[in-house]
């Protein structure tokens, strides 16, 4: 018999990196990752360094809404392995990351990064990036975008995040 999680999870709109995928409300374009192991960002106002003792994967991210106002809660890296990694809560402030804080409004288009950290073992394998309006969906519907491995290519030892936002 199945669990109760999985009955009643998330509506699954999958797609691939580099296309649009409309998941109800939310619609999103995620990028070609990047892999460090040191990154560099303003946050209000300050530059400020995070280091890893694993590597940050680095993804860039379009989104918006189509019919209300939202805010991107569920944002998780699925590890070919199973394995599931939440967005990094130490780079929540910068100022070009997809934080839980930044609002989406109808008809206006975000650019942002999200950022997670994995052991550096994982970092350029296969994975599944999952985006949601909740943080654990329920019912409710969850662009999942699948990326190949060594889809991000090889790690820097410092990356940008603000220069790498003005490229998108």
């Known amino acids: 018999m199945p669990r109760y999680e999985r009955i009643t999870g998330p509506i699954a709109f999958s797609g691939s990196p580099g296309k649009w995928v409309h998941a109800d409300n939310l ?32 993804i860039p991210v379009r989104s918006r809404v189509e019919r209300a106002t939202a805010h991107v809660y569920g944002r998780i890296w699925v590890a070919a392995d ?6 990094s809560a130490r780079l929540e402030q910068g100022d070009v990351v997809l934080s839980s804080i930044k609002t989406l409004q109808p008809g206006l288009e975000r650019k942002d990064l999200v950022v997670f950290e994995l052991p550096s073992a994982l970092a350029a394998g296969a994975g599944t990036l999952l985006l949601s309006e909740e943080r654990d969906p329920q019912l409710t519907a969850e662009a999942q975008l699948r990326y190949p491995a060594a889809a991000a290519g090889s790690s820097v030892d410092v990356l940008d995040l603000d220069l790498l936002h003005a490229e998108l």
């Open 82 to 87: 199973g394995r599931r990694y939440r967005a």
């Open 27 to 58: 619609a999103v374009e995620a990028g070609t990752p990047r892999l460090a192991r040191t990154l560099r960002f303003k946050a209000a106002g300050q530059v400020q360094l995070r280091e890893s003792g694993g590597t940050f994967l680095v």
